[in-house]
């Protein structure tokens, strides 16, 4: 009966042991992946901060790019309309010298 008792003592300690390494191992775990967690939110927030920069780039690009257009549309209207009066003269005169299109000359 001694034996019995010493035999359960020491594997109660052998379980013990086993335990304990497998806790350990579920620690080290444990705080790989706290880690990889920390470094995934780290990698997310500067992703997040690089997008927020690079569309905030775009948006600049964007402006400058519609500003530019602007310009050149106003210059183009502007041309237009001070060539409008210029237009309208050569117009009125082919107009006033123009042969008549029908082949009567006057009789009606």
Do not use: C
């Amino acid at each position: 009966m001694t034996y019995i008792l010493i035999a359960l003592v020491a594997s109660s300690f052998i379980f013990e042991y086993w335990l304990l390494t497998k806790i350990g191992k579920l620690d080290k775990e444990n705080k790989m992946l706290k880690k990889a967690l920390e470094a995934l939110g780290r990698d997310t927030n500067n992703f997040q901060a690089g997008t927020t920069r690079d569309s905030h780039s775009q948006k600049k690009e964007l402006l400058i790019e519609v500003k530019r257009i602007n310009k050149k549309v106003d210059v183009m209207r502007r041309d237009i309309m001070n060539s409008l009066p210029t237009q309208i003269r050569k117009v009125i005169g082919h107009i006033e010298f123009a042969q008549p299109l029908d082949n009567n000359h006057g009789r009606g």
